[in-house]
């Protein structure tokens, strides 16, 4: 086990009816000193609760209380009391990790002499592999943020980038880091956790990385390939209820940060246009999906706080 693993808790979070997370668990025995199951369907998780019991490995169930980042919530809290009343932090750091994420490439990572080294500093929110979407074999594409412009990285780089953004699944953060951003916003429940969470870890002078030599494998939706003005692109594949929750999100966090961040405010309008050309071109019922993502990005524009 890497020097890194002995200090690192995994975060699990389950949710869909089907989900079995004993592949996933399998994969993390071994490489990382604690493991926080959350159950977070609302009837409970028949495989979850069968799991046998491991001194490694706590099971809580949340039934998505606050959605996902009310079960991320939950986790660090449990995290933060087995911390307490040690002479020396036994958690240093959280990767946080889905029922459909493949965590092979976590050795590796914690691994990593630079990610490792990385991720000692006070400066460092977090860093995580590559992300290579399933549905459609895509690298994620990675931004640059500063205040009034933005910039996209190519989907295929090496080594280490800092970056505006990660996806929650398969980041490694420092504890002290996410003790000192606070809470997930359990106002935004799913869409854009991890969006606004990379936004205030900027805020608070902290940086987030990707490490482009490592990828992982992870499914967002159920998303599609498409081309458009000749570039490849991939819609989400989401239900309207997602899509209002999408467009919902989206205009809150863009109007929420448009003073301090208009970059990022440009980039949420984008976002939305890029939205609607996904389900224009490559999706079935656009009608629903276009008129869902509309009176979600309506009602997150006029929305002083999101609940």
């Given amino acids: 086990m890497p020097p890194l693993s002995r200090h690192t808790a995994a975060i699990l979070v389950a949710f869909r009816d089907d989900a079995d997370p004993r592949h996933l668990l399998a994969q993390l025995d071994g490489q990382v000193a604690h493991t926080v199951v959350v159950d977070n369907s609302p009837q409970g998780l028949p495989a979850v609760q069968a799991l046998p019991a491991q001194a490694h490995r706590s099971v809580l169930h949340n039934a998505n209380r606050g959605g996902l ?36 490439v976590l050795p590796c990572l914690l691994s990593d002499p630079a990610a ?30 500063e205040r009034w412009r933005l910039r996209y990285l190519p989907r295929q780089f090496s080594g280490l980038k800092q970056v505006a953004f990660v996806i929650n699944s398969m980041s490694v953060w420092r504890l002290a880091a996410l003790q000192q951003i606070g809470p997930f916003n359990e106002g935004l429940a799913i869409d854009h956790v991890d969006t606004e969470y990379c936004l205030r870890a900027r805020q608070a002078g902290l940086m987030v990385h990707v490490h482009g030599s490592h990828e992982f494998l992870h499914a967002i939706g159920q998303r599609r390939r498409f081309r458009f003005l000749g570039r ?12 209002y ?43 629903a999906k276009l008129w869902a993502l509309l009176r979600g990005a309506l009602v997150g524009a006029f929305s002083p706080r999101l609940r």
């Avoid at 989400?236 to 209820?241: E, K, Q, V």
């Fill in 69 to 104: 980042a009310g079960a991320y919530n939950l986790a660090l809290r449990q995290l933060a009391q087995a911390n307490a009343g040690t002479a020396a932090p036994v958690i240093t750091h959280v990767v946080f990790l889905d029922e459909d994420t493949d965590a092979s």
């Fill in 245 to 287: 929750l999408i467009g919902r999100n989206t205009a809150w966090l863009g109007w929420h940060y448009l003073w301090r961040e208009p970059a990022f405010a440009f980039l949420c309008a984008t976002r939305l246009a890029y939205e609607c050309v996904g389900i224009a071109l490559a999706e079935d019922r656009r009608a």
């Fill in 232 to 243: 490849e692109m991939q819609a989400g594949g989401h239900s309207p209820a997602r899509r």
């Fill in 116 to 145: 490792a080294a990385l991720l000692q500093q006070p400066h460092t929110a977090a860093v995580a592999p590559a992300y290579v979407e399933r549905a459609t074999s895509l690298r994620g594409k990675y931004i640059q943020l």
